[in-house]
């Protein structure tokens, strides 16, 4: 036994690695990719996704974390434009039912914005959320059993941060019914709809948010968004070096 325990320290040990700072430059590359993120609405161009380099960034997207190591998250690759047209018509409806939910005064705005590029991108993925991989519950769902959908966030998030790292643009469209997307692709009940992408070369994009340039909303200071210990303790210095 004494024997086992040993063996098995020894190769836990040699599964750990040197976990140190990246350098300036790696860092730099980093928070470029983060801070030049957008979300593409418009600005796609015609060509394809080469499939070594949509592997590349689906593979991203599947080291994402997820709570227990569930993930629970499946990759839908859509190019057929039947159904992309369907995905389209789901979205006209769903928007002018947004768009009846909105103030008067908002309305005209709302019209201006390109808020898809369902049938401009060449591609367009669907990612789910299997909320029963590995067991009904699984580690560290039985108090929140909302961290599969969470975890399946965070691999859009590596999605979307390595296809910008690529060139690729990604836009993320909201305004679709779940129910309608499972009638067009197929999706069993019991899987969870939590992104539909728009995917493709961009040749350039807005230097910041397109929301924000056509004044439909404003970055928030971050300084309003730090407590300390309890909810509405505001920091004391939070801007960053």
Known sequence: M???AAEKKDELQE???????????ERAAIYRVIHTRRDVRDEFLPGDVPREVLLRILDAAHHAPSVGFMQPWNFIVIRDIEKRRAAYAAFRRACEA???????????????LKLQGIIKAPLNIC??????????????????????????????????????????????????????????????????????????????A?????????RWASRLPLENLIFEDSWGKLAESTTPP
């Open 2 to 4: 004494a024997a086992d």
């Open 15 to 25: 599964a750990l690695a040197p976990a140190s700072a990246f350098s300036e430059a």
């Open 98 to 112: 947004e768009e009846q939910a909105l103030e008067p005064e908002q309305r005209s705005l709302y019209r201006s």
């Open 127 to 204: 990612v789910t959320c299997d909320r029963a991989r590995f067991g009904a519950t699984g580690l560290g769902r039985t108090q929140q059993p909302d961290t599969d959908i969470l975890s399946t966030a965070c691999a859009v998030q590596n999605l979307w941060l390595a296809a910008r790292a690529e060139g690729v643009g990604v836009g993320w469209v909201s305004i679709l019914r779940e129910a309608e997307l499972r009638n067009i692709f197929n999706i069993p009940n019991e899987i969870a709809v939590v992104a539909y992408l728009c995917v493709g070369y961009v040749a350039q």
């Open 206 to 214: 807005y230097k910041s948010p397109e929301l924000e340039v056509k």
